[in-house]
């Protein structure tokens, strides 16, 4: 990806200077609502930065403001208070530029809004780059289609591609051009669950080989875990967490954010003493975390056991209170079954 000095000609936003000493891009005091209600939803006073080179996910429940913060950074649409910048340059909005969204950047939605379902995929792809050098547009966009593993559908109508397939056509088409950052909308939400993981490898390969950032929102927590470097964790328009996602999953700074990534157990101190530990206020403890023990006497009785292959997603329940438990050793226990649960670790939280 050819590195700019500045910004170019139509995304320049007049009378603004390069801030130094900045992320690849910034969010300062991001404020975006939809009306003047007080319960209007909308983003509150967003500021993080996104590396370069690195693939950053967005997540949080539905009207938390994920879509509309990815909209924000390309610059579609135009923030109450706060700025984004990009390489130190404010990114335009859509009443500081002709066509909205930046140059340097590429979005791509889940519902394949700028593919010609009627072309093939070839022409779909090649369109985006001029006619000045035929060879090197033939190369440019046989190259794309390699890394996406879709040359072989070079000549299929789009209107006749699986929803996978589509997806991996719109994302050739986005980084035809080669943007420096490629923003996705859910971009796996179309893909059947044997094509996800290789559409994963692939774009983790394209960022490997060429310095691509990635920004995607997403709602599943697998496909964070897998792919993501970084997570921004968003919740009713604040920002709950950012940073590592390793770090987010092994270290949760809040119940949400450790619900959101692992499905978490949320407990009170009150709670403690069953899973024989002690935390003052509440604590949450990742399904993993927690071992069961075959104890007629146990506190807990398995109530729910879901066979996921090679592990069981188990519930065990004390009157009002559910613990979610990952049992390695598929059929050790019944639905039914008295048990003891011990927490192996967990992290207190504040909230």
């Known amino acids: 990806m050819a590195e700019q000095i500045g910004p170019s000609s139509c995304d320049f936003v007049p009378f603004d200077t390069q801030k130094q000493g900045l992320k690849y891009i910034a969010v300062s005091h991001l404020d975006k609502r939809f009306s003047d209600k007080p319960d209007s939803l909308g983003l509150v006073d967003l500021s993080f930065g996104i590396d370069q080179g690195k693939i950053t ?135 059947d669950a044997s094509f996800r993981d290789h559409l994963q490898h692939d774009i983790r390969n394209i960022v490997e080989n060429t310095g691509l950032t990635v920004l995607m929102v997403s709602h ?49 101190g009150k709670d403690a003493l069953l899973l024989g530990a002690v935390w003052k206020n ?25 066979f996921k292959g090679f592990f069981e997603e188990i519930t065990v329940q004390k009157g009002p209170l559910f613990l979610r438990v990952t049992n390695k050793q598929p059929g050790k226990f019944s639905k039914g079954q008295r048990v003891r649960a011990i927490a192996d670790h967990f992290v207190e939280v504040e909230d």
């Not at 950047?105 to 985006?128: C, E, G, I, K, P």
């Not at 509440?282 to 879901?306: R, T």
């Open 57 to 191: 996910a967005i997540i949080g429940e539905s009207g938390s403001g994920k879509t509309t913060l990815l909209r924000l950074i390309y610059g579609l649409l135009k923030p109450d208070k706060g700025e984004i910048r990009f390489k130190g340059w404010k990114v335009p909005s859509p009443d500081e530029k002709l066509i909205p969204g930046h140059s340097d950047m590429r979005m791509v939605s889940q519902h394949f809004d700028d593919l010609n379902t009627y072309a093939n995929v070839w022409d779909n792809v090649a369109s985006r780059l001029s006619n000045t050098d035929l060879q090197e547009k033939h190369d440019k966009t046989e190259v794309v289609l390699k890394s996406l593993n879709i040359l072989q559908l070079a000549k299929q109508r789009v209107a006749d591609l699986s929803g996978g397939e589509k997806q991996r056509v719109a994302i050739a088409r986005a980084l035809i051009t080669g943007p420096e950052v490629l923003l996705m909308d859910e971009p796996f939400n179309q893909v």
């Open 220 to 268: 599943d927590p697998t496909e964070v875990l897998a792919l993501a470097d970084e997570v921004l964790v968003l919740k009713a328009g604040k920002l709950m967490a950012n940073g590592k996602t390793v770090d987010i999953y092994h270290q949760p700074p809040n119940s949400y954010s450790a619900t959101l990534l692992a499905k978490s157990n949320c407990l009170g």
């Open 282 to 306: 509440k604590a949450v403890i990742h399904p993993e975390w927690i071992s069961l023990f075959d104890d007629a006497e146990g506190e807990f009785q398995v109530s729910e056991i879901l």
